[in-house]
């Protein structure tokens, strides 16, 4: 790859669109993680096999993220729980993201 080339792909990453989109990505990694430590030990939040278009866009990487509110037994995991509702928030954000 010529180095030129290297380099434009580079002086990508510093433009304010490649935050905005990488900090969007980084939102459902973010969601993946509480998921797991939010339903911890039952190991519920499964991949699931399913494919959406969605403005022109196909997705395919889906999972599940159950409430663990359903099965709080003290209130430290209530507090914990709270994580789940911070990530459901993000859907009603959608159709106000850019590239969605």
Request: charged share 20%; hydrophobic share 25%; proline share 6%.
């Amino acid at each position: 790859m010529p180095i030129s080339l290297m380099g434009c792909i580079m002086m990508m990453n510093f433009t304010p669109k490649f935050d905005y989109i990488a900090s969007t990505c980084h939102l459902r990694n973010v969601c993946y993680s509480y998921c797991t430590s939010d339903n911890y030990p039952r190991l519920t939040c499964e991949d699931q096999d399913v494919k959406i278009t969605y403005n022109g866009n196909e997705y395919e990487n889906f999972y599940t993220y159950p409430n663990p509110a359903l099965h709080i037994d003290d209130s430290l995991e209530l507090e914990h729980a709270k994580k789940y509702e911070v990530c459901k928030s993000y859907i009603d954000q959608n159709p106000l993201y850019e590239y969605s």
